[in-house]
C-alpha cells in the first residue's frame, strides 16, 4: 500500500528551519518560523504560565479523560478574554465554545462545521493567507477563493477592493479574517473597516469566521480585538477560531478553541452537538495540559495580572524591533521606504524584496526568511539588526 505513494516536498517553512539549523555560519540568523523570541534567541515559559502549570501539577489528581468539551475554566475564561467580559452576547446562550488543539485544531473543527451546516459554502481567504488555512479548507472538501487583501507593490491594504469583494458575496458564503496581526502581512484591518464589513456582512448574509492567533500581539488585548468585538455584535452568526500558542507561548501544549456564535439559543446547543461529535470523529477528546494551565493562569487575578505584564513585554519589544529595523534600514540609503513596517502588528511582515533577493540573502549572509520574503520580527535582535539591515541593503543595491 504505502508503495504507491510518492513523497511530498518538505513544507517550505519547516525546510527553512532544517536549512538553518545545518548551516555552521556562526553570524546565521532565523527570521522564519513563527515563534516569539527574546533579545538571546529563546523562546522561554512565561513566569505566569509555569507558575500556573505548578499549581497544576500539584493538584492534579489524575490522568482520566477530561470532559469532551474541555476545561471549563479555559472556556469561561477564554471568551470574556475574547469577547470582553461585559460582553452581552455572553449571557445570550447564543455562544459555545469548545477546546481543541491549538488554533490549527479549532480552525478544524470549525471547517468542518461548516461543511455540515451548508456543504456548498465557499471559504473566502484573504490575499494572501497563513498557508495553513488553505490546506485546511482543502482536506475539509469545502470551495475557497481568495478577496483581495494586501497590495504587495505598495505595501498598503486593498480595503476598497476588499469591500467591494465582500458586497458580492451571500448566504452561502464565509468570510475568513484575521482578527488581528495579520499572518503573512502585518497588515490589519484598521478600526473604520471593521463596522463596513459588519454592514456587508448583516446585509448581504455572508458568516463571518475570525481567527485570532495573536491577540495582545498588536496594540494591546483590548485594542486587538476591538473590530472583532464590534463585528461580533452585529451578525447574526460567526466562528471564532482562538489560539493560545503565542500570547501564553504554549506552542507545544496544542490549546486553542473553537466558538460558535448561533442566532438563537437552540441553534447554538445543536452546533455544540455537531462540534463535538466532529472532534470526537478526528481525535475523541482535547489534551489536557495546555487547557487547564490557562484556565487557571485566567481564574488568578495575581497570575492574569503577571501573564499580561509579560504580555505586554512580548508587544512592546516587537514594536521596537519594528522601529529599530526600520531606522537601520533608511540609515543605509536604500531608495524605498519601509515605514509601513512600523504601522503594521505583530510579528510577521513582508519585506517586499523578490524571491531571488531572499535567496541570495540567505545564501551570502545566512539569514533565512520564507520565500515570500515574510520575516519573524521576533526573530531580530539588537545584536543581529545592523547584519540584517546590510544585507537587505546589499541585495537592494545591486
Ligand atoms: C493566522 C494563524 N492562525 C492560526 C495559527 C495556529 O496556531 P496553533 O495551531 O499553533 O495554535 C497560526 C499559527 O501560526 C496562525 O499564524
Request: glycine share 8%.
Amino acid at each position: 500500500m504505502f508503495q504507491q505513494l510518492t513523497a511530498l516536498p518538505a513544507d517550505p517553512l519547516l525546510g527553512i528551519a532544517v536549512a538553518y539549523r545545518q548551516d555552521d555560519n556562526p553570524k546565521k540568523v532565523d527570521l522564519g518560523v513563527g515563534v516569539y523570541k527574546t533579545e538571546e534567541g529563546n523562546t522561554p515559559i512565561l513566569t505566569s504560565v509555569k507558575k500556573s502549570l505548578q499549581i497544576l501539577l500539584d493538584s492534579e489528581e489524575s490522568k482520566s479523560y477530561i470532559q469532551a468539551r474541555g476545561n471549563q475554566a479555559f472556556l469561561d475564561g477564554m471568551e470574556k478574554l475574547v469577547l470582553g467580559a461585559d460582553n452581552p452576547l455572553l449571557s445570550s446562550n447564543r455562544v459555545e465554545s469548545v477546546q481543541a488543539p491549538g488554533g490549527t485544531g479549532s480552525l478544524k473543527l470549525g471547517f468542518e462545521l461548516i461543511k455540515r451546516g451548508n456543504p456548498n459554502a465557499k471559504i473566502w481567504v484573504s490575499g494572501p493567507t497563513w498557508a495553513n488555512h488553505n490546506a485546511l479548507i482543502k482536506s475539509t472538501g469545502l470551495a475557497s477563493e481568495e478577496y483581495p487583501y494586501y497590495d504587495k507593490v505598495n505595501n498598503q491594504l486593498r480595503a476598497d477592493e476588499m469591500l467591494e469583494a465582500f458586497a458580492k458575496l451571500g448566504k452561502d458564503d464565509v468570510v475568513l479574517l484575521h482578527g488581528c496581526c495579520h499572518n503573512p502581512t502585518g497588515e490589519d484591518i484598521p478600526a473604520d473597516l471593521w463596522p463596513k464589513i459588519a454592514d456587508l456582512a448583516v446585509e448581504n448574509g455572508f458568516t463571518p469566521f475570525i481567527d485570532i492567533a495573536y491577540q495582545g500581539f498588536g496594540t494591546d488585548l483590548e485594542t486587538d480585538v476591538q473590530g472583532v468585538r464590534h463585528l461580533l455584535s452585529k451578525v447574526p452568526e460567526a466562528l471564532i477560531a482562538t489560539s493560545c500558542s503565542k500570547n501564553f507561548g504554549l506552542y507545544r501544549e496544542r490549546t486553542g478553541l473553537i466558538t460558535t456564535i448561533s442566532e438563537s439559543p437552540v441553534a447554538a446547543g445543536i452546533a455544540l452537538t455537531h462540534v463535538l461529535n466532529i472532534a470526537r470523529e478526528i481525535y475523541s477528546m482535547p489534551p489536557s495540559y495546555g487547557g487547564a494551565t490557562v484556565g487557571i493562569l485566567l481564574g488568578d487575578e495575581a497570575l492574569t495580572t503577571e501573564w499580561k505584564t509579560e504580555l505586554a513585554e512580548m508587544c512592546a519589544r516587537m514594536r521596537s524591533l519594528r522601529a529599530l529595523l526600520v531606522d537601520k534600514l533608511h540609515a543605509r540609503d536604500v531608495d524605498q521606504s519601509f515605514d509601513f513596517i512600523n504601522r503594521q502588528n505583530g510579528m510577521f511582515t513582508f519585506l517586499g524584496i523578490t524571491p531571488e533577493q531572499v535567496q541570495a540573502i540567505r545564501d551570502e549572509y545566512s539569514i533565512y526568511m520564507a520565500g515570500s520574503s515574510r520575516i519573524n520580527i521576533a526573530g531580530i535582535s539588537n545584536s543581529n539588526v545592523d547584519y540584517i539591515a546590510d544585507a537587505v541593503a546589499a541585495v537592494l543595491k545591486k
